[in-house]
């Protein structure tokens, strides 16, 4: 029996056969039945039928699609039709069909071929896109070997074969076949994602849908303009004519976008998902599984850039045989510039592909994950959030995502460095054969030295990571609570306290800036060590030493030596993104709220909310339930009323039909939608139109009878903007009544069907309030199902159902009446509110006029005030300010300005500059003497080892001195920052969102304390490096200069080209990653509204398109680099060409060997050291970027200064609490209107002031110009004689009282909270805690004083809040005390104990009330009533109250009629 070899090849086949033997036939048979296992694996996973359908519908045949299929079609038959004829030929002759090669192969691969071009030509929409991509490519590849082996053969035989003609026509139809995969199904719609159609909607279901304008160019580039980053000239051209706006960003490609992003890897994370519970290493999977093909294909460019780069030394030794004069054939000089020439070419296109690619999956993986995380905190469960605070979440979003999303950049960098060494090795023991054994051994010795280091890196980092969120959450609460700061003087403290969280910081900073800096030194040492350890191998293995071999050998090294140097970085770059993603991964698995059970879709007659025996608990702890066996059941329109003491559970209450609080034990169901409204108001950033609206579609009918039921029309009329006006962030320009009633009306236009009200009515007047109750509850509402937390008894008359709730539990439940009668407790309530509203009324006053126009009129003015509105009039946020056009070398300065920066950057580029002539020496030694007899090898050696030590010196001062410069930039700039931002006046915190601060100084600061210094001397660096390679090469073959002249003329012009559109790409990312920072930030504030009102899909929805907003100029900064980097490494390929040429041009001679080696070993690192010089610039910029916006919020203009030495005031002032109001006249802005005008009193010493107005009218801003929140615009105050304007606002506002109209409280204890400064004793604490009415509260928790105080407080109730903040200004006892509605959220019982306590406690005190609630101030000496920024009246409350048409006793008249007005209201309800 025959040998199936002989039968397949014949007797005489024999494995050194040419190229067209059975061997290369055999091999070609293995790559057709690798592409029909290919085609047959694209058949079986093929799309769906869905997928399919659309493709089909939508995506039509193009005229490359046809010639493509005509042309592989017909060269399919050609090549079967061959084969048969030798199949015939054969049978005809000798009667046999052995050897089978000569004609099996060629008919095999004439049918595959055929295949093949009709599949991937017309067939292309039945299949995944990506599996046809890659069948062309390899398709491709294996055409591409096949033609360069026969035309190798023709040249060498110098015949030309049918066989030969159709590999090279085979070379062509494969090129058809990949332009059609990446050109003829390029289109979104026709993509192989059919998972995100359906998903998507109508974005993707066209072909053309982003075929506009608007989208990416990338989208419409061709192949050859993908490649050569031709689509992006019109955006460059642009930007030269003009500075880029954010509206100039084309938007990104469908597949590029953070919604296709998410959309893919939730679906392959649900596909694969074992558990609830999210782990590390199933989050990197998915990742990995979505982004494998791009990783690949990255991967394959990364590993071409590889191979070319490793045939340089080869060159190299090629050419110096060649200046010798031992040419291997004719015209080899020539050949041999040419492959220079294509090799450096084909090395800048590889490597701009991997690089762009890279970057692009780094986009999209960051993307995904701040996706991901908005999507989370959306879900996160109340007991998640103490782990996970705002300031986290942000840290999460800015700083952790954007690290974890520089890292597939650097990925292939770890096997290309490893397999670029293997090469490198291999060409080291060509040239000095077993001597590499040395350079090995200090390879290996070199990475071990680093396994340490990196584990120290990864250590620091960690503990960097959780310094940062430290002092990140200190300085955002410190942000958010600026006010409040402001009017305890207490700026000071938390700025030392932020402080000293930055020292820690700043000393792991340091710690990991120095490891990063041993791993630098060693790894920039190594190069020195390991050709110096090789030469003496050389020497004591008698291995001899001559330009050929050292120039191999050093040309290797350098080629090398490059990504080495790059090790540390990629460790770093490792660490960063591994400690980030950690982080990240623990959050997403923590534990998310479970509301799905509580709001149920089904719908049960005659129930809207029920809760069956249920205990609820915020903690999830069954034995410490919050509310406790809940029974209670709300029928549809009923109108049900809570009340209770302070911290009895009231807002629990709606927090459990809302789903937040866990159910330990029974059952809670909701049926219907809801509407919420929390007791501490939640506004976004934006006009009042859109937090009304809230996502839905404008109806000017409802909108109108909603702004006239929430008693908004008046307010509106005085609004520059109407309801178009920008409201700063958490509605800061707006009062709690203004604020209150825009939540009213966000939840009344919502249409919902439950409603539920945490007490809405405590921040606004009595008579607004009982406007509201009657327009808004009883008649707007009267449909609806209402439940309604309340401390005004007033009300409770007209509901259905009162709740009366004490320690967690429903005491009673029951309409007024029969509640009144059978509970004891409601009935002290009720008497309480008697007792507080006083019994004497006056029995004759006469009706004043009613002091608003009718509700007809006011809208006819309101819709006249909207004409007036013009678009061009400034509102109060601003859109974020960028620096724009060239500022030169101004953030550079700016940075090295700091703390004698210049001095050592100096030092450090004198280090560096000492360190490459030491190099430039080393080489021109070794040059000059390798080929000589007058130095011995032994003399040359050590010299040569000498001067490497000797700058091994510098390279260690260079080291230090970036660490050093670091430390001292970082902390200068920091200071100066936070300084800025506490000097700041409460105007800029008005008009400046929360996310643009924070974005500052969180990814911004990070950036500027990691990466700018290391940035900066990199880029200074890598920019002399390529410097000295081109001097070198000029120095020796001076003819380059003829080339190097114009080159270095174009590629500065190229660059600045360049420059004026990736400088505005990076300015328009800044500010848009401040945006992405502020919906996060207000998201997490609001979530729980968002929540409520089911708007997570549309706040996601935002949420992607702002990431998109952040990406796009974020994807064209880095496309830009690699455009500006291949067309400048174009320039670089066609000196080193012409130097080249020049070398093998002259007479042999001209140039000694060893020069020609030294030449060639500078010039092909050229490449390199343009690629890494020009890297490190387009980094740089992109991070100097960060120190321009820090700079920005480093001039804020600021407040008076703290103290002011020459007039400090006596250390017992005020003594009387006399204050003198002269004339005083308040405007916000400059340009905006006063709104107080010229208001003058006198408050005696020792009174009590009682401040009453409508909402609106201008109270809280008196009381704000009595600390100088805002200075006045003209008239003083005194106070006790003294002009505050003259005084330091510590000295002024440290002697001042206040209880603020919002409550707040920060993260730490209760001891921190009451008495931040530790200056009083434990039992003063607790004294004023049972003044306060919270002994009882803090004694019952475990940790007494030192529980633990949320962050916002938001473990405590709003009216405990304001507990605590009473029990901070008892413990201040300044003379003149000021009370800011600071009891709004308590109820009546507590209040009148608490006003007793005041009454006795600042007895002596000035005490300035500003109340809504008319019987708090009806006990004051006098009586100060604003309308509209004007004083109406001032005087005695008992002779305003007999004053005909006084305002005040309008409040008091409409105060004492709420007690009659639930009676009324419930008639009219009847």
């Not at 040239?431 to 280091?453: D, E, H, K, Q, Y």
């Not at 950690?582 to 879709?601: M, N």
């Not at 509260?1337 to 940790?1343: A, G, H, I, L, P």
Request: proline share 3%; with cysteine.
């Amino acid at each position: 029996m025959e040998n199936p070899w002989t039968v397949f090849c014949g007797a005489d086949s024999n494995f050194r056969a040419p190229p067209s033997s059975c061997t290369a036939h055999v091999l070609i048979l293995c790559f057709d039945i690798l592409l029909l296992i290919m085609i047959l694996y694209t058949i079986v996973f093929k799309k769906s039928l869905k997928s399919l359908n659309v493709s089909a519908s939508t995506c039509h045949v193009s005229s490359l699609q046809i010639v493509s299929a005509l042309f592989n079609g017909f060269l399919g038959l050609a090549y079967l039709s061959f084969g048969i004829w030798i199949l015939e030929e054969k049978l005809r002759k000798s009667q046999e069909i052995a050897p089978l090669h000569s004609w099996l192969t060629f008919m095999l691969h004439g049918l595959i071929w055929l295949l093949t071009g009709l599949i991937v030509s017309l067939l292309g929409t039945r299949f995944r896109l990506a599996w046809l991509r890659l069948l062309s490519l390899l398709a491709f590849l294996f055409s591409g070997i096949t033609c360069g082996f026969s035309l190798f053969l023709a040249i060498f035989r110098k015949e030309m074969t049918v066989q030969i003609s159709l590999d090279v026509v085979c070379f062509i139809g494969s090129c058809l076949l990949l332009l059609c995969t990446y050109k003829g199904y390029r289109h979104e719609g026709c993509d192989d994602n059919d998972i995100r159609d359906p998903l998507l909607g109508s974005a993707n279901n066209d072909c053309k849908t982003y075929s506009g304008s608007s989208l990416s160019p990338l989208a419409k580039a061709s192949f050859l303009s993908k490649f050569t980053f031709w689509w992006l000239n019109p955006l460059m051209k642009m930007g030269r004519e003009k500075t880029l706006a954010d509206e100039d960003m084309p938007s990104l490609r469908v597949d590029d976008r953070a919604e296709s992003c998410y959309l893919l890897y939730m679906e392959v994370l649900n596909r694969r998902r074992q558990s609830d519970r999210l782990t590390e290493a199933e989050i990197l999977k998915t990742i990995v599984l979505c982004h494998w093909r791009e990783i690949i294909i990255s991967g394959f460019f990364a590993l071409l850039k590889v191979m070319t780069v490793s045939a340089g030394p080869l060159l190299l030794k090629a050419f110096i045989k060649v200046a010798e004069g031992t040419e291997s054939f004719k015209y080899e000089r020539y050949i041999l510039v040419a492959v220079l020439f294509l090799t450096k070419m084909f090395e800048s296109i590889s490597e701009r592909q991997w690089y762009f690619r890279s970057r692009l999956v780094g986009l999209k993986v960051r993307s995904l994950l701040t996706a991901v995380i908005y999507q989370k905190q959306l879900r996160l469960s109340n007991l998640a959030k103490q782990n996970h605070s705002s300031g986290k979440i942000i840290n999460y979003v800015t700083v952790d995502s954007y690290r974890i999303g520089e890292f597939p950049f650097w990925f292939h960098q770890i096997w290309t460095t490893s397999l670029q060494l293997c090469l490198a090795i291999l060409i080291l023991f060509q040239a000095v054969g077993l001597a590499t054994i040395a350079s090995l051994t200090v390879i290996i010795l070199t990475v071990v030295c680093n396994s340490p280091l990196g584990k120290l890196q990864h250590k620091f980092q960690s503990q960097l990571m959780v310094a940062q969120d430290e002092r990140l959450k200190k300085l955002s609460e410190a942000i958010l609570n600026m006010k409040v700061l402001k009017l305890y003087a207490w700026e000071t403290h938390f700025r030392e306290v932020i402080e000293m969280l930055r020292a820690t910081e700043e000393r792991c900073i340091l710690a990991f800036q120095q490891s990063k800096s041993c791993n630098i030194f060693v790894f920039w040492l190594s190069p020195i060590l390991v050709s110096s350890a090789t030469f003496a191998a050389c020497y004591f293995l008698g291995v001899p030493l001559s330009s050929v071999s050292v120039f191999t050998f050093l040309a290797a090294l350098r080629l090398v030596q490059d990504p080495v140097k790059s090790i540390p970085d990629v460790i770093g770059v490792f660490i960063q993104a591994k400690v980030a993603f950690s982080r990240i991964a623990k959050f997403l698995g923590a534990p998310e709220l479970e509301s799905a059970s509580v709001r149920v879709k089904s719908c049960m007659i005659g129930t809207s909310v029920s809760f069956q025996s249920a205990n609820l608990s915020w903690d999830e702890n069954p034995s410490r339930p919050t509310l406790q066996n809940i029974s209670l059941g709300v029928k549809p329109g009923d109108k049900v009323a809570i009340c209770g003491e302070v911290g009895s559970g009231k807002s629990t209450l709606l927090a459990a039909i809302l789903g937040e609080v866990p159910i330990t034990a029974g059952t809670v169901q909701v049926h219907g939608s809801i509407a919420y409204v929390s007791q501490s108001a939640w506004i976004q950033s934006g006009s009042i139109r859109e937090n009304i609206l809230f996502g839905s579609t404008f109806d000017d009918n409802k909108y109108q009878d909603t702004l006239y039921r929430c008693s908004l029309l008046k307010d509106l009329e005085l609004l520059p903007y109407g309801d178009l006006t920008e409201i700063g962030e958490r509605g800061i320009n707006l009062s709690g009544g203004q604020k209150q009633r825009i939540q009213l009306a966000r939840a009344l236009y919502k249409d919902a069907d439950i409603y539920l009200l945490d007490d809405p009515f405590s921040a606004v007047d009595a008579h607004t309030a009982l406007s509201l109750f009657k327009e808004y509850v009883i008649e707007a509402l009267s449909t609806k199902t209402v439940l309604l937390v309340t401390h005004q008894v007033d009300f409770l008359l007209a509901f259905d159902s009162i709740l009366f709730m004490l320690d967690g539990k429903i005491l009673h439940a029951a309409p007024y009446s029969q509640l009144l009668a059978s509970s004891q407790e409601f009935q002290d309530l009720v008497n309480a509110h008697k007792e507080t509203a006083g019994s004497e009324r006056l029995s004759d006053t006469s009706s004043s006029q009613h002091l608003e126009s009718s509700s007809r009129e006011i809208r006819n003015n309101y819709a006249e005030t909207k004409v007036k509105i013009s678009e061009n009039d400034d509102q109060l946020i601003k859109k974020e300010e960028r620096e724009v056009g060239d500022t030169g070398f101004k953030p550079y300065v700016i940075y090295l300005k700091q703390n004698k920066g210049f001095v050592f950057y100096t030092v450090m580029a004198l280090c560096h500059l000492v360190y490459m002539l030491g190099q430039f020496i080393q080489s021109i030694w070794m040059a000059a003497n390798v080929d000589t007899q007058n130095v011995s090898e032994l003399r040359l050696i050590i010299v040569y080892s000498l001067i490497g030590l000797m700058i091994s010196v510098f390279l260690l001062c260079r080291i230090v001195f970036v660490v050093v410069l670091n430390i001292r930039s970082s902390r200068a700039l920091f200071s100066r920052l936070l300084i800025s931002l506490f000097r700041a006046p409460m105007l800029f915190y008005d008009s400046t969102p929360l996310g643009r601060i924070l974005s500052r100084v969180s990814s911004d600061l990070s950036i500027v304390d990691l990466d700018v210094p290391f940035s900066l001397i990199f880029t200074s660096v890598s920019t002399m490096n390529c410097y000295m390679n081109l001097v070198t090469l000029a120095v020796i073959t001076w003819q380059v200069l003829f080339v190097s002249m114009p080159m270095i003329f174009f590629a500065i012009r190229l660059q600045k080209y360049y420059f004026s559109s990736a400088r505005e790409f990076m300015r328009i990312n800044g500010t848009t990653k401040s945006l992405v920072a502020n919906h996060v930030a207000e998201s997490v504030a609001g979530v729980v509204t968002i929540r409520a009102f089911k708007e997570e899909d549309r706040f996601f929805t935002k949420n992607l398109e702002l990431i998109d907003t952040n990406g796009s100029p974020y994807f064209h900064y880095f496309s830009a680099n690699e455009w500006l980097i291949q067309r400048l490494e174009t320039l670089s390929a066609v000196v080193l060409s012409f130097a080249g040429l020049c070398m093998v041009l002259l007479p042999s001679g001209t140039f000694s060997p060893g020069f020609i080696g030294m030449a060639l070993t500078y010039g092909l690192s050229l490449n390199v050291s343009l690629v890494f010089s020009m890297n490190s610039q387009c980094t740089l910029s992109n991070y100097i970027v960060s120190v321009e916006r820090l700079d920005q919020y480093m001039h804020i203009p600021s407040e008076a200064p703290e103290v002011m030495e020459e007039n400090r005031p006596p250390v017992n002032w005020p003594m009387e609490g006399k204050v003198e109001i002269q004339n005083l006249k308040i405007r916000y802005r400059p340009e905006t209107p006063l709104v107080l005008h010229g208001i003058s009193c006198t408050f005696e010493g020792g009174h009590k002031i009682g401040i009453v107005g409508r909402t609106g009218s201008g109270k809280t801003t008196l009381i704000s110009a009595l600390f100088r929140l805002v200075e006045p615009a003209g008239g003083k105050i005194l106070v006790d004689g003294l002009d505050i304007s003259t005084l330091g606002l510590h000295d002024l506002r440290s002697r001042f009282g206040i209880i603020p109209q919002d409550p707040t409280l920060f993260n730490g204890t209760v001891r921190y909270n009451l008495d931040p400064f530790y200056q009083h004793t434990e039992q003063e604490l607790w004294e004023v805690l049972e003044k306060c009415r919270l002994k009882d509260t803090v004694q019952e928790k475990e940790n007494g004083l030192d529980s633990f105080v949320l962050e916002d407080g938001s473990n405590w109730s709003v009216g405990q809040r304001q507990l605590l903040c009473l029990g901070r200004a008892l413990l201040r006892r300044s003379k003149i005390l000021v009370l800011d509605e600071a009891t709004a959220s308590i109820d009546n019982a507590t209040d009148m104990i608490l006003q007793k306590v005041i009454r006795k406690e600042f007895a002596e005190c000035t005490v300035i009330t500003v109340a809504h609630r008319i019987p708090t101030v009806m006990d004051c000496d006098m009586v100060l009533a604003i309308s509209e920024g004007k004083l109406a009246e001032y005087d005695e409350p008992m002779k305003l109250m007999k004053r005909e048409y006084s305002l005040f006793g309008q409040l008091v008249k409409e105060y004492w009629s709420h007690h009659d007005c639930g009676m009324r209201v419930k008639h009219l309800v009847q």
